[in-house]
């Protein structure tokens, strides 16, 4: 990967995207696991539909430690790759907090923190489904960066269900924008917040994201949180 494009991007509009990360193949295994019976689903810890939270239409599991291999790996491997550019936002934005090299060293202090959950989840959508607008804070400890890998190929899978990401910039109305995904794309993005350059220097611009209506078919995605949940 083009790490020095990726890091460009996301100081530009706080988002970047990861052309084909995972391999079709490996997109459907991973997808297939969240029709696991729920007698079965040790993989997982819980699961959520979001209609009963108001968080949308839809559902999604969050996986139980130990994570898949395959998992595991991609969310140690990511960390390293964007923690120089987390340590870098922090400084910019004047945050004390910085970040471990490794991912191991960063999920202990979360666990010191009571932070003990793991976040990486699956999501799947149906027809009529969406997300609705949020940032996935789950304590004090949060890493500022996550990645959301599209398992489903539009236009065959599904039809609509859009990736989208707003940007709250001070004292202006928000920004809107659709990342165009295909099967395997990942998209890295702000959990919360950004460093952004004006006139009178840095200043911080608060991100969220969500998926517009599902018209048609099924869509799964995987999420990959860095830091732990309380």
Do not use: K
């Amino acid at each position: 990967m083009a790490w020095d494009e990726i890091e460009a991007a996301l100081d530009a509009q706080g988002s970047a995207l990861l052309p084909g990360l995972l391999a079709a193949d490996e997109c459907r295994a991973i997808a297939a696991l969240y029709a696991q019976p729920d007698e079965e689903a040790a993989l997982f810890r819980s699961r959520v539909v979001m209609e009963r939270h108001g968080y949308g239409r839809g559902e999604y599991r969050y996986f139980a430690y130990p994570l898949p291999p395959r998992i595991a790996e991609l969310r140690a491997a990511l960390y390293a790759a964007l923690v120089p550019i987390a340590n870098r936002w922090h400084a910019a934005l004047g945050l004390a907090t910085r970040f471990p090299a490794e991912h191991a060293e960063f999920l202990r202090r979360c666990h010191a923190a009571g932070q003990t959950r793991p976040t990486p989840l699956l999501l799947q959508y149906g027809a009529g489904d969406y997300n609705c607008l949020h940032q996935d804070l789950y304590g004090e400890q949060v890493f500022p960066l996550q990645i959301a890998v599209l398992l489903s190929e539009p236009g065959r899978d599904f039809e609509g269900g859009e990736f989208v990401l707003t940007e709250q910039r001070p004292r202006m109305q928000s920004r809107a924008e659709v990342a165009p995904l295909r099967q395997g794309d990942a998209l890295v993005f702000a959990v919360n917040q950004r460093p952004v350059s004006g006139t009178r220097g840095i200043y911080r611009v608060a991100m969220r994201h969500g998926v517009s209506r599902l018209r048609a078919g099924r869509r799964h995605t995987l999420g990959l949180i860095f830091h732990d949940a309380a």
